[in-house]
């Protein structure tokens, strides 16, 4: 049974950093991509950054230079580190494993991550 854990959300005032993790299990990790989307109210789910098992890397255009993905492969996790954050950051942050062709398959629950001073 896949499952997948977010954590790290929280209140930051802008300008602010927050890591977020997500503990995977129920398969097979190291093969597969993972990614953050997230969605705030009002608004569609969008894609934030991705990791692939070869490590390459996607980010959405308005976190590039301000948001690192990452993962450990031993630990099953991978992270968001989340810098410079503004008040349009604010939305649930969503882990996903995704498929070959990246679309995701499974989902965490959320964690909430609200910029605001």
């Known amino acids: 049974q896949v499952q997948l854990v977010e954590s790290g959300g929280g209140l930051v005032q802008p300008g602010g950093s927050l890591r977020l993790s997500c503990a995977a299990s129920?398969?097979?990790?190291?093969?597969?991509?993972m990614g953050w989307y997230r969605q705030a109210p009002g608004k569609e789910r969008e894609l934030v950054a991705r990791?692939?098992?070869?490590?390459?890397?996607k980010y959405g255009d308005s976190v590039k230079g301000r948001f690192t993905i990452s993962r450990d492969n031993a630990k099953n996790t991978v992270f968001l580190q989340m810098n410079s954050l503004k008040p349009e950051d604010t939305a649930v942050y969503y882990c996903?494993?995704?498929?070959?062709?990246?679309?995701?398959?499974?989902w965490g629950k959320g964690t909430l991550v609200t910029v605001s001073s």
């Open positions: 990791i692939s098992s070869d490590y390459s890397t």
């Open positions: 996903c494993a995704a498929n070959a062709l990246y679309v995701p398959s499974h």
């Open positions: 129920g398969f097979i990790f190291s093969r597969n991509t």
